[in-house]
């Protein structure tokens, strides 16, 4: 029996994961919900399902799984009623926009019956596969690392410029490099840096420096206001005279050795679901409701991306070293 998945959130990103849904044949995508009617409704009829206004319609569809992809500060409370619900639920990053709302979805995970899945699809795209599988392999261990990932502006589209929407400007892309050194490198020790806002009315430029506790030792900068220069995302990881860079998700290049030939992965011709992990991350979620595997990205995953959004800012509102983990929250639940 077909897998019954609704949607929650009708966007750009919602759209991108209802067509892979459709295209996976253990799915019935059945609903479409958003709190704009013409975007339900747009979204719904071009994937077969039936438009509605919100979460309650959608479980009213008896649905087996519920995607929430709604914009980042409305991730908490439908994340939440899904689970106690019964569903299983992916959502989009960030898990939560405070340390207290990701305290608070990771312990419903922990009692739920259905799995819980974070979207981090940095993850499942090739180049981070490709430097994953080096470290993994042993072919590359890691020491040090840098991470850089900038937007050319914060106007198109202006949601990208509020922060009520977006948690933070470190909450929209930059917290998948986040997310990328614990993937990488393990989880981190220590973070510190600085940061300054210069164009936009929040912080908008950051240079930080995280010590993993695997010795690690990770630079990670992020500016709002820098064109969209290619590569605007890169990351950098060495080893003892070898090194594997990424250049966006279009492709990464490995050097073994100062006399050696360079291996690695051109991903340019690549459709950008299959090239940003997106087909891989919704297929093994639905591996996951269906039994076959647990959660790729678990709940710990997204608490722990959100822990050192937090650490940062903390870093650089009190310009002093932040040891992580941070303390629970006051009342957390």
């Not at 993850?123 to 020491?143: C, Q, S």
């Not at 100062?258 to 291996?263: I, L, Q, T, V």
């Amino acid at each position: 029996m077909a897998l019954k998945v609704g949607i929650l959130g009708a966007g750009f990103i919602g759209r991108v994961h209802a067509l892979n849904l459709r295209r996976d044949e253990r799915v019935a995508l059945v609903g479409v919900a958003d709190a704009v009617p013409e975007a339900a409704a747009r979204l719904a009829a071009e994937v077969g399902a039936t438009p509605l206004d919100g979460l309650d319609k959608l479980l009213d569809l008896g649905v087996d799984a519920v995607y929430v992809t709604t914009p980042n500060t409305h991730h908490v409370e439908p994340v939440v009623r899904a689970l106690q619900h019964g569903a299983h639920v992916f959502s989009e990053k960030p898990m939560a926009t405070s340390l207290e709302g990701a305290w608070t979805i990771r312990e419903a995970a922990g009692r739920a019956r259905g799995v819980y899945q974070i979207g981090f699809n940095r993850r499942f795209a090739n180049v981070y596969r490709f430097a994953k599988d080096l470290i993994d392999g042993g072919r590359l261990t890691p020491l040090a690392a840098q991470l850089k990932h900038n937007r050319g502006e914060l106007q198109h589209p202006a949601w990208t410029a509020d922060a009520g929407v977006t948690g933070g400007y470190l909450y929209e892309t930059p917290v998948h490099l986040f997310d990328m050194a614990r993937f990488l490198f393990g989880d981190v020790a220590v973070i510190q840096g600085v940061a300054r806002q210069v164009v936009y009315p929040e912080l908008d430029e950051f240079a930080m420096v995280l010590t993993c506790r695997s010795g690690v030792i990770a630079t990670v900068t992020s500016v709002a206001h820098a064109t969209w220069l290619f590569p605007s995302e890169r990351v950098e990881v060495y080893g003892a005279h070898a090194a594997v860079v990424t250049e966006e998700l279009e492709r990464a290049t490995f050097s073994p050795g100062p006399r050696e030939a360079a291996d690695g992965v051109d991903c340019a011709a690549m459709p950008f679901e299959r090239k940003w992990g997106y087909v891989m991350e919704d297929r093994v979620f639905v591996d996951a409701a269906l039994g076959e595997r647990p959660p790729a990205v678990t709940a710990d995953d997204g608490y722990r991306a959100t822990e050192l959004v937090e650490a940062c800012y903390q870093a650089v509102r009190e310009r002093r070293p932040i040891t992580l983990p941070l303390p629970a929250p006051a009342g957390p639940g």
